[in-house]
Nanobody
Framework: QVRLVESGGGLVQAGGSLRLSCAASGSALTINAMGWHRQAPGKQREMVAAMGRGGTTTYKNSVKGRFTISRDNAKNTVYLQMNSLKPEDTAIYYC???????????????WGQGTQVTVSS
């Protein structure tokens, strides 16, 4: 019943910025942690950033200081501001959510369809 829809991906040059958005919708929506995973070709999917409903944040070490996650609980929307992008950030970015857990687990309850982020060198 819960749907996550991402937007904001695209092509940028190294050092540039992108802002991703993800809106959650559905009847009787129940969601705690929301955030982002990414997967590059030939690599495993990895957690990038997450925020619990109470505001606690978690970031992958390689994006700290460059990416910022934010959330509007009233709108059931989460954002990822990505600055100083590097070619190694190139991946499909997936919005993810947890029904109960205040953090993103290895198998989140909800997944978006993904949005492509490509960073050229």
């Amino acid at each position: 019943q819960v749907r996550l829809v991402e937007s904001g991906g695209g092509l940028v040059q190294a050092g540039g910025s992108l802002r991703l958005s993800c809106a959650a919708s559905g009847s009787a929506l129940t969601i705690n942690a929301m955030g982002w995973h990414r997967q590059a070709p030939g690599k495993q999917r990895e957690m990038v950033a997450a925020m619990g409903r109470g505001g606690t944040t978690t970031y992958k070490n390689s994006v700290k200081g460059r990416f910022t996650i934010s959330r509007d609980n009233a709108k059931n929307t989460v954002y990822l501001q990505m600055n100083s992008l590097k070619p190694e950030d190139t991946a499909i970015y997936y919005c993810s959510g947890e029904r109960i857990k205040p953090y993103l687990s290895q198998s989140p309850d909800y997944w978006g369809q993904g949005t492509q982020v490509t960073v050229s060198s």
